[in-house]
């Protein structure tokens, strides 16, 4: 099977807010290697066709490409991101600061790609 840079099954801003990314990311010379789309998996956020699992080669870039995501989060729509065993998101309600980055407790603490989900 062939790796994609674009998300399969997803919601048409998700997609096109991806295309965004990629492109931007790999401009900077922090290239996202693939990404993932939808799952109909039970236990996957990705069920909901807006989350993107944009797949890295390392940290470095993984770090730029989440000081990009939240930049540009308002433009991109973007409600969380998980990344290096942290999570940042739109805490809005929570009493947590706002667009705070708390530690991120899931099994799988994503070292190697850097999960989204984006609004609509």
Known sequence: MALSK??????????EAT???????A???HPVSHVWGYSSS???????RRC???????KVDGDWIFDYLRRWETTLRIRYIIWWG???RDYRHSGVPWHAV??????????????VEFDS
């Open 42 to 48: 039970r236990k996957s956020d990705h069920r909901n």
């Open 6 to 15: 674009i998300p399969y099954g997803v919601t048409g801003w998700t997609q």
């Open 102 to 115: 708390v530690r991120y407790y899931g099994t799988n603490q994503h070292h190697d790609h850097l999960h």
């Open 19 to 25: 295309r965004r990314i990629v492109r931007d990311c």
């Open 27 to 29: 401009a900077e010379q």
């Open 52 to 58: 993107v699992d944009f797949m890295i080669n390392n």
């Open 86 to 88: 942290h999570q940042w």
